[in-house]
């Protein structure tokens, strides 16, 4: 299995609700990005989860809260959020973050709009 | 300083080769990245290149990287309406836990 899981893949969302993005891997990587990509933009990186732990937070605002409950699963819960937040979000899962070839492993993606 | 640019658009006739450039700021990048990315999906790494090396060569890809000149390359042979996406270079230190993703170049192909 050498696939990154999204879901959902589409989200709309109020400016006052409450929401999370989940991702999920089985290739027993220890590392895990959350990645946003606006419209004809390379992916940003926003969060790097590195042994279950946050390593790399990219001066994300609040309002996007990363949580790893397990070294399978990567979740990335939403509030309060403003309609420029609107963008695919992307996971992305590597062997580990120092790991010589770098490879990242990208999920489809979440579609999200925020109204 | 991390800047990683290429230039936004491609079109090439189908059959032809294929030649997207990369230029990047970072002498200190250990490892260079093409990904390549199709409407609606995820980045799909293709191919990558140690700092040490000048030429990788993977069937119809070959990678070229010229580190004094800091400019990376992929040259796509028999190119197919298959490799219409954006193609993204990338770089990664060997100091640093993130990889750095250029603006990605868009490849159209026509009949």
């Known amino acids: 299995d050498t696939e990154v899981t999204q879901t959902p893949k589409h989200l709309v969302m109020g400016m006052t609700n409450k929401k999370s993005l989940k991702c999920e891997q089985h290739?027993?990587?220890?590392?895990m990005y959350w990645y946003k990509q606006k419209a004809k933009k390379p992916p940003e990186l926003m969060f790097v989860?590195?042994?279950?732990?946050?390593?790399i937070n990219e001066s994300v605002p609040s309002r996007f809260s990363p949580e790893c409950p397990n070294s399978s699963l990567l979740n990335l819960h939403l509030h309060a959020l403003q309609p420029e937040d609107s963008a695919l979000y992307l996971c992305?899962?590597?062997?580990?973050?120092?790991?010589?070839?770098?490879?990242?492993?990208f999920g489809e993606g979440s579609r999200l709009t925020v109204l | 300083g991390e800047d990683v640019e290429q230039s936004l658009f491609l079109s090439v006739r189908e059959g032809d080769s294929s030649v997207i450039n990369c230029t990047y700021t970072d002498s200190s990048s250990t490892y260079l990245y093409w990904y390549k990315q199709e409407p609606g999906a995820g980045l799909q790494l293709l191919t990558y290149?140690?700092?040490?090396?000048d030429m990788k060569q993977d069937q119809r890809l070959t990678v070229l990287l010229n580190k004094k000149d800091k400019h990376l390359s992929l040259r796509i042979a028999d190119t197919q309406t298959g490799d219409s996406a954006i193609y993204f270079c990338?770089?990664?230190?060997?100091?640093?836990?993130?990889?750095?993703f250029g603006s990605g170049t868009r490849l159209s192909i026509r009949p």
């Open positions: 992305a899962s590597s062997q580990d973050v120092d790991t010589n070839t770098g490879e990242l492993f």
């Open positions: 989860y590195s042994y279950e732990k946050l390593s």
């Open positions: 290149i140690f700092s040490n090396m």
């Open positions: 290739m027993g990587h220890r590392a």
């Open positions: 990338a770089e990664k230190h060997s100091s640093a836990s993130k990889i750095i």
